[in-house]
């Protein structure tokens, strides 16, 4: 197999992040990085909370505690709208449970039940 080349453009080799790695991590500082990754895991967590209660938006928010409007930006995986504080709550009030893989580990799996 031939080893790929970098590619160029007129502003010189375009890079490309690596397979199982954030794009957060070419784009902010560390701390930044880690903190987006926590916060995008916990969104998707509830995305698919959502997606698997069979819950209408409004149900999702009486449960959540949050508005519609609310459970509307989870849908729309708005994660900008909500502090990690917030995220962990939803979470957590979902049923959702974190599972780390190893210690200070970036890759977080969620279960949860519904």
Partial sequence: MKAKKAM???HGPRHVTPAGR??????????????LVMRSTLLRGLEQWLKESGLTQTQAAKALGITQARVSDI?????GQFSLDMLVR???????????????????????SV
């Fill in 8 to 10: 160029r453009d007129e």
């Fill in 75 to 79: 849908k729309r995986g708005k994660f």
């Fill in 90 to 112: 939803l979470a957590s009030r979902a049923g959702l449970k974190p599972r780390r893989v190893g210690a200070y580990s970036r890759n977080w799996r969620w279960r949860g």
């Fill in 22 to 35: 954030s794009v957060f991590y070419d784009l902010f500082p560390k701390a930044e990085a880690d903190e």
